[in-house]
């Protein structure tokens, strides 16, 4: 009810500038060394629809969109041109891009999801908004067809196979997604003289959880 499944203009968003970003809590003790913690065990992605304005016509577009989600009220996808494959940003995404999981010969269900590596250091993100059209699914190496061997909900990013995958499968799948996000404010400045002068609005706009 509070989120409706469009797309924020992609080229729109194609100037924007933003990413993740973590609250670690850092406390220093009395001997100079540091606790730190963070109540996250997720990142959030936080952006500014402002810089992708082009033009006044970009403008009008962005009070559209803006009024049609009544501000922070609803959420909405975004496309973030920097992370939006399965694959990385200069590659098609291939059914054997991530792994889900493993078959156990009743599961049907698995969620999409996204690994980031450095060194020997993971992060598995949860992918909810896959694009669809975009996601391939794979079953120990062998590429799968959607609408026969699995369907996909692009609400909830879940991929369900119509027969369960033996024990010990590998289930794999590509695909591009979207980040849940709604606006950060409740009101947006704009100016057509101030735009054609250089001067360009701040839209903030913050990762929802879903």
């Given at each position: 009810m509070t989120f409706h499944e469009v797309r924020f203009p992609a080229n729109l968003s194609f100037g924007s500038v933003g990413g993740p970003e973590r609250l670690t809590e850092i406390v220093t003790l009395a001997n100079g060394f540091e606790e730190r913690n963070s109540p996250w065990a997720d990142s959030r992605r936080r952006y500014d629809a402002g810089l992708g304005m082009r033009s006044l016509a970009d403008i009008d577009a962005l009070i559209a969109f803006f009024e049609a989600r009544r501000g922070r009220l609803f959420g909405f996808r975004w496309k973030d041109w920097s992370d939006y494959r399965s694959s990385g940003s200069l590659e098609e995404p291939g059914f054997e891009d991530?792994?889900?999981?493993?078959?156990?010969?009743?599961?049907?269900?698995?969620?999409?999801?996204?690994?980031?590596?450095?060194?020997?250091?993971?992060?598995?993100?949860?992918?909810?908004?896959?694009?669809?059209?975009?996601?391939?699914?794979?079953?120990?190496?062998?590429?799968?067809?959607?609408?026969?061997?699995?369907?996909?909900?692009?609400?909830?990013?879940?991929?369900?196979?119509?027969?369960?995958?033996?024990?010990?499968?590998?289930?794999?799948?590509?695909?591009?997604?979207?980040?849940?996000?709604?606006?950060?404010?409740?009101?947006?400045?704009?100016?057509?003289?101030?735009?054609?002068?250089?001067?360009?609005?701040n839209v903030p706009v913050v990762e929802v959880r879903i």
């Open positions: 991530q792994v889900l999981g493993s078959g156990d010969g009743v599961r049907t269900a698995f969620q999409l999801r996204k690994t980031y590596r450095s060194g020997d250091v993971t992060y598995t993100r949860t992918i909810r908004k896959p694009v669809l059209g975009t996601v391939r699914a794979g079953l120990q190496g062998d590429v799968q067809t959607e609408g026969v061997d699995f369907d996909v909900d692009p609400v909830t990013g879940i991929i369900t196979f119509a027969a369960a995958p033996p024990p010990d499968a590998t289930v794999t799948a590509g695909f591009e997604f979207d980040v849940p996000v709604r606006f950060d404010t409740d009101s947006i400045q704009t100016s057509a003289a101030s735009f054609k002068a250089g001067d360009i609005p």
